[in-house]
């Protein structure tokens, strides 16, 4: 198993470019989640999936847009790319069964570093 | 909004020493509490999860959990260079599948 894999690892755009940063998981987790982590601070949640075709916001979700169409896929856009989005970005997953009461351990992937010039 | 916080260090201990690292977090509600380990410009990755209160060990690692002073430490002992990371406090909100994350605590282990 591959695990979580993310691409590019990094990537450089100008101010107002957009790109679409991947993210495949081939552990069959239900639930896929994308944070962003600045220097010096802990990850902060963007997006996150609980299962196909289903997506919701996270704490810091404005500039960013998700999609979830398939249980291995979940890519991360961003539309209008400014300096504040300079980051880098993990994406993560993991299985929770249906009633289940505890989170359950999030795997993540290499990372996506991105540098809004 | 749900905190969780950490002392930042960087906390530097020698080699063969035993380092404690601090997390307390805001949400009484919360029932799960993980460790994660991150190595400059890697990913992170879990070491430890607990649930109950009281202490877990798994090697040279003992996470300890006080849910009534909504506190979760991590001891390591005997450590080692390779053990120098930061440490990334994690824990859930009550009925929330969403991990708030601490800033971590940067651990220096000096040979």
């Known amino acids: 198993n591959a695990g979580v894999t993310q691409t590019p690892k990094f990537r450089i755009l100008k101010i107002g470019q957009s790109m679409t940063l991947q993210c495949t998981q081939d552990m069959n987790h239900n639930y896929m989640y994308w944070y962003r982590q600045d220097p010096g601070m802990g990850l902060k949640l963007i997006y996150y999936?609980?299962?196909?075709?289903?997506?919701d916001k996270g704490e810091v979700p404005n500039g960013y847009n998700v999609s979830r169409s398939t249980t291995e896929d979940f890519p991360l856009r961003l539309e209008l790319a400014a300096p504040s989005q300079t980051s880098v970005y993990f994406c993560?997953?993991?299985?929770?069964?249906?009633?289940?009461?505890?989170?359950?351990?999030?795997?993540f992937g290499p990372g996506t570093r991105l540098l809004v010039l | 909004q749900k905190e969780v916080e950490q002392n930042s260090g960087p906390l530097s201990v020698p080699e063969g020493a035993i380092a404690s690292l601090n997390c307390t977090y805001s949400?009484?509600?919360?029932?799960?509490f993980f460790w994660y380990r991150q190595y400059s410009g890697k990913s992170p990755e879990l070491i430890m999860s607990?649930?109950?209160?009281g202490d877990k060990e798994d090697g040279r690692f003992t996470a300890q959990l006080n849910k009534a002073s909504q506190y979760v430490s991590l001891l390591i002992r005997d450590s080692q260079p390779s053990d120098s990371a930061t440490y990334l406090c994690a824990v859930p909100g009550a009925g929330s599948y969403q991990l708030t994350f601490g800033k971590g605590t940067k651990l220096s282990v000096i040979p």
């Open positions: 999936s609980v299962g196909a075709g289903i997506t």
């Open positions: 993560a997953s993991s299985y929770l069964s249906a009633g289940i009461k505890y989170q359950e351990t999030q795997y």
């Open positions: 949400d009484r509600g919360s029932q799960s």
């Open positions: 607990i649930y109950s209160n």
